[in-house]
């Protein structure tokens, strides 16, 4: 049995066996759901607290000048730069709908925390890792939507969408929020497939099997109709295990870029044989001029140090010749030893992130510049050097 109170956005669900869930609807970026919440943990006496939060983005609420410590080279080692990219878009966009309302991105959700702590209550960590939730996003989504993806996130940073705790209280009515859930699913069904759908089937698994006869939970309004089904219909749910793993890149695509780097290099050898070794030398050339070229172009548009700049002309003819790694990786790799960003530069990131004008002066978006920019170019000249290698052969 469920009950929904309206004025409160709290959901009620009893289950035969004793056990009631209570789930707090909020909005992130919302005073009212920052004070809803703390009332309901008080009045509701609950034996345990699940909250839509992971350990990352705890931390990241407990200490916000953890930026201070982020050490770029070994993001960028790691490979983890797009995650990171992927994180300060999306935190810049909340931070900034979180100014127009006064209110700390996720200041609710951290509330609920204290608050726990506050009346000694149990607290469950009830959603999935963010840099798991964002892995997955990549991997479900087809190579060929994957730039429409990237541009709709930096579409955002220049969303100036203004809005009010009354427009908030519109976006977590139900009809609402499904329709805008509907309408973001037909855009990009696989990606709501893993933000929303996939989290819903975690949050719930958490929530159910949090210890205690009654057990409340504060998440995301747009997450509440799915947890509530699930846990009303008491589904079967796909173990966290599962909703965790990250897909392995295709066998099918590493074999094409394979195939395809095998295919340049006997081409080349087979003119060599044909039409001489000063043609198949000229050839070769060509590939090293376009591909290495077009990165270093790219590479001092992004404003990189000279030394990036040399790696990017050194190292786009190899890295053209691999599926498995881009040139955008050493020439931001070399650009974060040469110019390690500031103390100050972190702190400010996510505002700088807003105007373009401000992305060529924080060493932060720089070194993000370094690892986008060249690639475009190389591809082009890759492109070039392919056709007049396709012309000779």
Not at 17 to 26: Q, Y
């Amino acid at each position: 049995m469920s009950e929904f109170n309206e004025n409160t956005d709290i959901y009620r669900i009893s289950r035969a066996d004793g056990k009631e869930f209570i789930l707090v609807g909020t909005a992130h970026i919302s005073q009212e759901s920052k004070d809803l919440v703390a009332k309901a943990i008080e009045e509701e006496h609950p034996d345990t607290v699940c909250v839509e939060l992971d350990e990352g983005r705890l931390k990241s609420l407990e200490d916000p000048d953890r930026w201070k410590k982020t050490d770029l080279r070994k993001i960028i080692r790691e490979h983890q730069l797009g995650t990171l990219i992927a994180n300060l878009v999306l935190g810049s966009y909340q931070k900034r709908m979180g100014m127009q309302t006064g209110v700390r991105p996720g200041a609710e959700l951290y509330g609920a925390i204290l608050k726990s702590r506050e009346v000694d209550v149990p607290i469950v960590l009830a959603d999935r890792d963010i840099k798991v939730t964002l892995r997955r996003t990549w991997s479900s989504t087809p190579w060929y939507r994957k730039f429409s993806l990237i541009a709709s996130l930096f579409a955002s940073l220049f969303d100036k969408t203004e809005v009010s705790e009354e427009e908030l209280r519109k976006i977590k009515s139900q009809d609402s929020l499904s329709t805008m859930m509907q309408e973001f699913g037909e855009t990009f069904p696989e990606v709501k497939t893993v933000l929303i759908d996939e989290r819903d089937q975690y949050l719930a698994s958490r929530i159910r099997n949090a210890p205690g006869k009654r057990i409340l939970a504060v998440v995301g309004a747009g997450h509440v109709a799915g947890i509530r089904q699930i846990i009303e219909e008491d589904r079967p749910l796909p173990s966290e295990e599962s909703l965790c793993e990250i897909k392995p890149s295709s066998a099918l695509f590493k074999i094409l870029g394979w195939t395809i780097t095998a295919a340049i290099i006997l081409s080349i050898v087979f003119v060599g044989f044909q039409s001489g070794i000063e043609k198949a030398g000229e050839l070769t050339l060509n590939w090293f001029l376009y591909t290495g070229g077009g990165a270093m172009l790219g590479a001092i548009v992004a404003g990189a140090h000279p030394l990036a700049i040399i790696t990017a002309l050194v190292m786009a003819p190899f890295t053209g010749l691999t599926p498995l790694i881009g040139v955008g990786f050493f020439v931001a790799l070399v650009q974060v030893y040469m110019r390690p960003p500031r103390v100050s530069e972190f702190e400010t990131v996510s505002e700088d992130i807003w105007k373009v004008s401000r992305w060529w002066r924080n060493r932060v978006t720089r070194v993000i510049l370094c690892f986008l920019l060249p690639g475009i170019p190389a591809i082009i000249g890759k492109i070039i050097a392919l056709v007049g290698i396709y012309k000779a052969f």
